[in-house]
Nanobody, 125 residues
Framework: DVQLQASGGGLVQAGGSLRLSCAAS????????IGWFRQAPGKEREGVSY????????YYADSVKGRFTISSDNAKNTVYLQMNSLKPEDTAVYYC??????????????????WGKGTQVTVSS
């Protein structure tokens, strides 16, 4: 079965950085898009970013573009999310996600098929 393990969350001050990692297993990594969603209490989930493992195409939400960078190490079945210039509004639980039929921004708007357990990111002002 699909397993997605997120790690790397923590508490940082505004303007700081964190790097999240997603270790994937149980499926053919190169056939999937791997991404990150986040959810804060009382707010709707937000698609943050995803990467196509087959060709490296990336997508970002406007709210994080220019601050966050997603990357993939296919040999290790691992996806990273480098988060710089963090803001208090970035505070949320971040979830690693996967989908075998993902293209365009639709997957950020409507969700992806598989979700792992999240990691908490808290940004203080």
């Amino acid at each position: 079965d699909v397993q997605l393990q997120a790690s790397g969350g923590g508490l940082v001050q505004a303007g700081g950085s964190l790097r999240l990692s997603c270790a994937a297993s149980g499926f053919t990594f190169d056939d999937y898009a791997i991404g990150w969603f986040r959810q804060a209490p009382g707010k709707e989930r937000e698609g943050v970013s995803y990467i196509s493992s087959s060709d490296g195409t990336t997508y970002y939400a406007d709210s994080v573009k220019g601050r966050f960078t997603i990357s993939s190490d296919n040999a290790k079945n691992t996806v990273y999310l480098q988060m710089n210039s963090l803001k208090p509004e970035d505070t949320a639980v971040y979830y690693c996600t996967a989908d075998p039929n993902c293209s365009g921004y639709g997957c950020l708007y409507y969700g992806m098929d598989s979700w792992g357990k999240g990691t908490q990111v808290t940004v203080s002002s």
